[in-house]
Every structure is written in C-alpha cells, then in structure tokens.
C-alpha cells in the first residue's frame, strides 16, 4: 500500500453537512470525489462501458457484490483499497456570511429592484438565503475560505500513476459540497507531484485523454469525458486574476446568467425546451412528468487560486438526455424528439455564449 498525504485548502465556502446538517469537515466526500475523477480517467481504457468501468471501480474502490453481467448473480464482495483520512474531523469555523453579495443583472427576475440579484445568492440558492434583503447562510456553520486540512490517501502500489492523475484533476477542477457544480466548495491541494494551474492548458497530456468530442459524449447519458469541439477542449479560465474569490463568483454568475437566458423560452409552462437541456428544474418553467425529477449542471464551475489570486474556470462535461427523463416527459412525441435531435446545435449555442464572454478565454 501507498499513502500520501497532501494539504487541502478551500478557496470558497463550501456547505459540507455532517449527520446534523452542520458544515463540518468529514472524510467521506473525499472519497466520493476520488471515486468521480476515477471515473473520468479509467471511462477510455473501459472502452466508455459502463459496466467495465463499475466492475473496475468495484475492485478499486469496493462494492457490495459484482457479478460478471446483469443476468449473473451475486458472486462476492470486497472492501475498499482505497482509505481517505481527514487530518481532523470538526466543524467548520464560517459561522455567519460576510460581506457583500455582489449584485448582478437578472432581466428574468421581476421581484427585486431593476432586476439586480445577489450572484452569491444565485449561484448558492438553498444552503444560501435571503433575510431582510440580505444574503445569509440557511443553516450554521459552513468552512471558510482558507480553511486547511490534512488528507491522506491510501491506495495499493500498482494505482499509484493513476491516483496521481485523479489528484491533478481534483486540484484543477475538484469542488464538494452543497451546490458544488456552481463553484462551491472549491479546493485546492499542495503536495508532492501537484502542478499549478499554470499546466491547466490544451497541450496537457492529461487532459488529452480524458478528453472526448461533445458528439461522442452526446451519446451517452452519463458524463464520462471533458468535452471538446473544434475549437478545442471545452474548458474556459479568466483572463484576469482577482484579488477576491467574491469577484470570480460575480463573473461566474454573468456567465451562468446569459448563457440560460439566450436560450430563450418559445412556448409556455408544461413544454420541454432548449433551456430545459442544461439543468433542471428551471422557475416557472416545469415540464409535464418532470414534478419529481432532477438534472444536473453539465457545466461546471471551479473558482482556482494561485498565489493569492484568484480566477473562475468553467469546464463542460458533456452527456445526452438521460433516458428515463425522456420516457416519463408527459409532451408530444414531436416536442421530444425535436428537442433530442437538438441537442448537440444546443450545447453549441451555450459555447458560442461562452466564447464571446470578454471575461474568459480556452485553456
């Protein structure tokens, strides 16, 4: 067995509930975030099969039971041969929101004064809220920015160059926690072997091969690469470095905001349209069958530091419609297949938004 042992520092608040839904530091999460960049990193040599890649992640990571196909039955079981220790488990020390919540432009938002929300409120809605026209956490306490901790990972010696890789992955675009996928909870490591984001680039080997065309990934209903077209790899960094991770969170949000709204709305409730692609649920906007279900954000937002500064990436790991949204959308069956025939001209409208977008540019 290997360990290694590396400090992880959070560049934002990050809502990490404990069994009383108190922000604390708690190793399981970690884990869970190895266990997804795995993943992305074995899904090629799985050959993108899903079943290979679970049968790999059992050995790995454990399982339950795992069978040789879907008609085998249960054959045998493993514990994990991966271990993830916290150098200590306590609550986090963020205990009240500080701060202004930068306001940004929302023309969909007709309850607030000329259409202006906080991006902090917007990006963070649930485990943030508003009270008396303030911005403030729903439940106390969360971890601050700077927080630092200990964490070791334990894994056998023939994962070791893997391993590796998931750890440069997690330093470039790892974030745990509540509302995650819109920048919360992002992290950083420091340790032997982790490059700064310097390396976060299109000539990365690395992310060369966890890399796959968005018509490819289009065609699976899971997420299993980082996408690219012909520009390139679907990954955006600021063009600038702030002094405040709130400024990157405010551009994030401008970028969120008009990438969903220029996907604008032709019919009314009830319809399945090009905005309902990108996440789900979407304000007052429902889709018939949908009350239960859920989709989450393709697109993903990581706020980075590096040497005190900090900056916004945003990064599209790209999947089809899942199946069993489709089957239970309660629309016509034109509406439907209109919509999953459009996807990938879909995708391609918010990369386009993004491109022109001043305040980023590729890796």
């Known amino acids: 067995m290997k360990m290694k042992t590396y400090n992880v520092r959070f560049v934002t608040p990050a809502f990490l509930g404990d069994a009383e839904q108190k922000g604390a530091w708690r190793a399981p999460p970690f884990k869970a975030l190895l266990r997804q960049w795995w993943r992305v990193l074995a899904a090629k040599e799985c050959g993108y099969s899903h079943e290979k890649l679970r049968e790999e992640e059992g050995k790995l990571f454990g399982h339950a039971w795992l069978g040789t196909g879907r008609s085998k039955p249960k054959t045998w079981a493993m514990k994990s041969r991966v271990s993830v220790r916290l150098g200590r488990w306590e609550q986090g020390s963020l205990r009240v929101w500080q701060g202004d919540d930068p306001k940004v432009l929302h023309s969909e938002v007709e309850k607030v004064p000329n259409h202006m929300i906080g991006s902090q409120l917007y990006l963070g809605f649930g485990p943030l809220r508003v009270e008396k026209k303030v911005t403030c956490m729903k439940a106390s306490p969360a971890i601050g920015t700077g927080e630092v901790n200990q964490l070791s990972i334990g894994f056998p010696d023939e994962a070791e160059r893997a391993m590796a890789k998931v750890v440069q992955l997690i330093h470039w675009f790892g974030s745990i926690g509540g509302r995650s996928r819109n920048g919360w909870g992002s992290l950083v490591l420091e340790g032997d072997g982790v490059e700064d984001f310097q390396s976060l680039s299109a000539k990365s080997k690395l992310l060369q091969s966890v890399s796959r065309p968005l018509k490819e990934c289009l065609s699976r209903d899971w997420p299993d690469a980082v996408g690219t077209d012909t520009r390139g790899l679907l990954i955006w960094r600021s063009k600038q470095t702030q002094a405040r991770w709130s400024d990157v969170v405010r551009h994030l949000a401008e970028a969120k905001i008009k990438f969903r709204t220029d996907l604008e709305f032709a019919r009314g409730q009830y319809h399945l349209e090009e905005r309902h692609i990108l996440a789900y649920p979407v304000t007052n906007h429902k889709v018939r069958g949908w009350d239960r279900e859920r989709l989450a954000n393709q697109l993903r937002f990581k706020v980075g530091m590096d040497q005190g500064?900090?900056?916004?990436?945003?990064?599209?790991?790209?999947?089809?419609?899942?199946?069993?949204?489709?089957?239970?959308?309660?629309?016509?069956?034109?509406?439907?297949?209109?919509?999953?025939?459009?996807?990938?001209?879909?995708?391609?409208?918010?990369?386009?938004?993004?491109?022109?977008?001043?305040?980023?540019?590729?890796?």
């Open 309 to 363: 500064k900090y900056f916004g990436i945003v990064y599209h790991l790209p999947c089809k419609l899942p199946d069993n949204l489709s089957e239970v959308a309660e629309v016509e069956p034109q509406e439907l297949q209109g919509i999953q025939g459009r996807q990938l001209q879909i995708w391609e409208k918010v990369h386009r938004t993004l491109d022109a977008n001043t305040l980023f540019i590729r890796v």
